[in-house]
């Protein structure tokens, strides 16, 4: 069954697919999310599967500190911490983590128009996950998609 648009635009969903060879997790922060993505009996028994990978702490991350800056969290603290964890144990798992970008024109955009997604950690090598998670949604031909900046605005229609 698909999300009410009601609850999408109020809660923070993790939402998960595969984009190429590459896996991605994202958390939506009230704004939309990629149209095969919106099964919310799929996400919630792929979000189960993911947390019984264990993670792997040998992993290298990326952590977009440019963003952390913007976000007023790039300082070592408390805040910092919080915010990071859950991107980096899907980076750990290896998926590509995005956060939906709250811009001040949040408030006058609706659900359809929260597409802006930002990369804020990704393992530095790519961690094997191939057939780990066979029911995950995929996009084979997703064009133009830059894999360090945005997802690309096509899973969204």
Request: net charge negative; proline share 4%.
């Given at each position: 069954?698909?999300?009410?648009?009601?609850?999408?635009?109020?809660?923070?969903?993790?939402?998960?697919?595969?984009?190429?060879?590459v896996?991605?997790?994202?958390?939506?922060?009230?704004?939309?999310?990629?149209?095969?993505?919106?099964?919310?009996?799929?996400?919630?028994?792929?979000?189960?599967?993911?947390?019984?990978?264990?993670?792997?702490?040998?992993?290298?991350?990326?952590?977009?500190?440019?963003?952390?800056?913007?976000?007023?969290v790039?300082?070592?603290?408390?805040?910092?911490?919080n915010?990071?964890?859950?991107?980096?144990?899907?980076?750990?798992?290896?998926?590509?983590?995005?956060?939906?970008?709250i811009?001040?024109?949040?408030?006058?955009?609706?659900?359809?128009?929260?597409?802006?997604?930002?990369?804020?950690?990704?393992?530095k090598?790519?961690?094997?996950?191939?057939?780990?998670?066979?029911?995950?949604?995929?996009?084979?031909?997703?064009?133009?998609?830059?894999?360090?900046?945005?997802?690309?605005?096509?899973?969204?229609?």
């Open positions: 069954m698909k999300f009410k648009n009601s609850f999408l635009s109020s809660h923070d969903i993790d939402w998960f697919c595969k984009i190429g060879d896996y991605v997790h994202g958390a939506s922060f009230g704004g939309a999310i990629p149209h095969l993505t919106n099964d919310e009996k799929k996400m919630a028994e792929l979000l189960l599967d993911i947390y019984k990978h264990p993670i792997n702490q040998e992993v290298d991350i990326f952590i977009n500190e440019q963003y952390l800056r913007e976000l007023n790039a300082k070592e603290g408390q805040d910092r911490i915010y990071l964890s859950s991107f980096m144990e899907f980076a750990k798992r290896g998926f590509y983590s995005y956060d939906r970008r811009t001040t024109e949040d408030s006058n955009l609706d659900l359809e128009q929260k597409t802006d997604y930002v990369l804020i950690a990704c393992p090598q790519k961690i094997i996950v191939e057939n780990m998670f066979p029911e995950i949604p995929c996009y084979n031909n997703a064009r133009g998609w830059i894999i360090r900046t945005q997802l690309p605005q096509e899973i969204f229609n």
